[in-house]
Each structure stands twice: as structure tokens, then as C-alpha cells.
């Protein structure tokens, strides 16, 4: 319902009713309006809120917040099992890059028994290189290449 005060376009808040019986609906702003020109008439109006069929915005809004406690319960749930997912498909990544290398260490660990392992050489220098063994240094440094 709107506003029935000088066409007014509001929606009306009020119910009001003059001394005489006239009734009709006003905005808050006309509300204030036919309040001092029933001062300047000397004559009473009363005011009362628009009653709830003029209201049925106020209803809906009543069911509507039950949806709302579930969707973001819902929303979390999906999130953290989305979140779950990436997780397993991570570790799942992690057991196969882990599975490949324990595979290439086998292979290198096969190897390493043919020929020293470089590694080794390069974290102790001084251990694998002892005074008058220039020969031996040498080759080592071939082999790496
Ligand atoms: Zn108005």
C-alpha cells in the first residue's frame, strides 16, 4: 500500500485515522506532515503501524533465515570435502613422485656398486682425497664428466 497523502509515491508505514473518521495510509515523512496540520487544526489524529497484510515482505523474511543457517553449514561441509579431495589427490601425487624415486635410488644404488658414488666424493673432498694419490684424484674427476 502507498502513501495516500498529495500523491505521494512512499510506501506507507502508518495507518492514520482523524478525529472526524477519515482514514487513510501515510509514509513516515507525511506522517510528521498530517501531525502538525492537525496541530494547526486543533483537531486529533491517530497513527498505527500498517497492519501485516500490508507487510508480506515481513513473512517471507521470517522462513528465509532458515535456509540461511543450513547454506553456509552446507557450504563448509562442501568445502572442507572439496579441500579433503585435493589433499588425497596431493598425497596420492606425493606416493607416486615418492615410488618413482625410490625406483631411480634402486637404480642408482645398482650402479653405485660398479663405481663410486659422486655424491660422496663431493660432501668430503678431504676423506676421499688422500696426500699422493694425484692419479687417483684424476680419475675421479674423468669420471665425473
Ligand atoms: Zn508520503
Redesign the pocket.
Known sequence: M?????D???D?TNHYTWAWGEEGA?????RS?LESKAAQLGRSISFAAASDTDRPPAKQSYSTPKLQRLDPELGKLRLSLAEAQARIATLEQTVEVRDVQIVELNRRLMRSGEEPPVVVDEALPHAATTPGTEDAKDQKRSQRK
Open positions: 502507498h502513501c495516500t497523502v498529495d505521494c509515491e512512499e506507507a501515510c509514509c513516515d515523512g507525511h506532515h
